[in-house]
């Protein structure tokens, strides 16, 4: 079973228009963490923001904003007032302890475009 | 800048051949994932060390090894290379259970 889930392989969006890219993730670590990586064109993979399992608030980093909703198991990244230059590849990843060791479980990306 | 480095940038070689792909962590990171991602695919996870040891092992191919250095900088060979080896080839750095912060990658093209 796949353990993290990104259900949109491509989106595109209007420039400046908010956008949600989809995570659900699968564990039963009650520690774990969830990251969204960004991977433009270029193709350098770049940490955005993370989210910890006990973090009673919603993770931000200026215009990134993950939406975690832990009974639901997701963990949505926001992007409010979306650019030209958000065009990339999005990955969410979930960290979990086992066979004692962290590990981190990638998903398999959403391909996000935005349009002019 | 993610203060991992990675060599080289760019790696052109042909089938049977061997590389190595240099990697030098952030500072104060005992941890290095090496990963590969082939193209338009998702990342792949090769290994993990950690202060020296190896840590993890993925989905790594026996023609592939690394090793991580008293200094903490790792190397990943790969040999008898094919052309399903060409891909990007990424390092990544943590603290223990920290967030992953990945160098810019090493291009591999095998002809």
Redesign the interface.
């Not at chain 1, 990638?106 to 990306?109: D, L």
């Given at each position: 079973a796949q353990k993290i889930t990104q259900t949109q392989p491509g989106m595109f969006v209007q420039e400046k228009e908010a956008v949600t890219l989809d995570c659900t993730y699968d564990t039963s670590d009650p520690s774990y963490g969830l990251?969204w990586?960004k991977q433009p064109s270029s193709?350098?993979?770049?940490?955005l923001i993370?989210q910890g399992s006990y973090d009673q608030q919603n993770a931000t980093e200026g215009r990134y904003s993950l939406n975690f909703q832990k009974a639901r198991k997701s963990a949505n990244l926001v992007i409010s007032a979306s650019q030209l230059g958000d065009s990339a590849m999005y990955?969410c990843a979930m960290?979990e302890?086992m066979?004692s060791?962290?590990?981190?479980i990638?998903?398999?990306?959403t391909k996000l475009i935005i349009k002019p | 800048d993610s203060g991992v480095t990675q060599t080289p940038k760019h790696l052109i070689t042909a089938t049977g051949q061997r590389v190595t792909l240099r990697c030098s962590p952030r500072s104060g990171d005992l941890s290095v994932y090496w990963y590969q991602q082939s193209l338009d695919q998702g990342l792949q996870f090769l290994i993990q060390y950690y202060n020296g040891e190896e840590r993890a092992k993925g989905n790594i191919l026996e023609r592939f090894s690394a090793q991580q250095f008293p200094d903490l900088h790792s190397e990943l060979n790969l040999s008898s290379l094919e052309l399903g080896d060409s891909a990007l080839y990424f390092c990544a750095s943590s603290a223990t259970g920290d967030t992953q912060y990945f160098g810019p990658g090493t291009r591999l093209t095998v002809l």
């Open positions: 990251f990586y193709g350098e993979m770049i940490f993370y990955f960290r302890y066979d060791n962290y590990q981190l990638w998903g398999a990306g | -």
